[in-house]
Nanobody, 120 residues
Framework: QVELEESGGGLVQPGGSLTLSCEAS????????VSWYRQAPGKQRARVAC???????DYDASLKDRFTIARGSGQNTVVLYIDVLKPEDTAVYYC??????????????WGQGTQVTGTS
């Protein structure tokens, strides 16, 4: 069982930037795929970005210009940078990791999520 904890959420004015962090209880640098998902009120959870065990990255096409996923300096951290935040980015953001190592499968383990709210 790998435990995940997201952090970095909060209230951000539209146009602002935010960095979310996902910290795992063990090294996830080369064994797992890591994804960020988000769930807005009344909507289904949807994937924002994924980085596989080889470092290849896949983004939601509508978000790739403003969202960046990257592995952190440590072995057990992945970050999500959000630029030019919009009110419609308001959601709970979840980190998930997949034992398969690819970005085709649904994550095996999930964090509890961190709330991001874009508001003026």
């Amino acid at each position: 069982q790998v435990e995940l904890e997201e952090s970095g959420g909060g209230l951000v004015q539209p146009g602002g930037s935010l960095t979310l962090s996902c910290e795992a209880s063990e090294s996830i640098s080369s064994r797992y795929s890591v994804s960020w998902y988000r769930q807005a009120p009344g909507k289904q959870r949807a994937r924002v970005a994924c980085i596989n065990s080889f470092g290849l990255i896949d983004y939601d096409a509508s978000l790739k210009d403003r969202f960046t996923i990257a592995r952190g300096s440590g072995q057990n951290t992945v970050v999500l940078y959000i630029d030019v935040l919009k009110p419609e980015d308001t959601a709970v953001y979840y980190c998930g990791i997949g034992r398969s190592g690819n970005c085709y499968s649904t994550p095996t383990y999930w964090g509890q999520g961190t709330q991001v709210t874009g508001t003026s």
